[in-house]
């Protein structure tokens, strides 16, 4: 499913509640990294190898909650305007000139140290 759709139909889910009025971007700031948190929850207190074991069982937590961000995220990028495609696809580009493959492959210093 395109970005667009997917927008279409969180929007479509958020007016027949009407919860724009909700909405502020402040408000999608928060909840986005709310979620985000909730990705990390999934996660505390557990080892690498804890996480790599039960990783099979976590994707059933996690997939939600990754969800859950994507909602945000483009619920947040719709009402403030941002084409998520070409935002992704500009950061993208911006990183590829940041990290050039000929000096940060293997390494996971940040572009400023290579
Ligand atoms: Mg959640």
């Not at 408000?27 to 990390?40: G, H, K, Y």
């Not at 990028?77 to 990183?95: V, Y």
């Amino acid at each position: 499913m395109e970005l667009q759709e997917l927008t279409r139909q969180i929007r479509e889910f958020r007016d027949e509640r009407d919860w724009k009025q909700y909405h502020h971007p402040k408000d999608l700031a928060m909840a986005l990294s709310i979620e985000a948190a909730e990705v990390l929850e999934i996660f505390r207190f557990k080892s690498p190898t804890q996480i790599d074991a039960e990783l099979p069982t976590l994707k059933a937590r996690l997939g939600p909650e990754l969800a859950d961000c994507l909602f945000f995220i483009l619920l947040m990028a719709h009402d403030c305007g941002i084409d998520m495609k070409s935002a992704l696809e500009s950061k993208m580009q911006e990183n590829a000139r940041k990290y050039p493959v000929e000096l940060c492959r293997g390494k996971n210093l940040k572009y400023t140290e290579l």
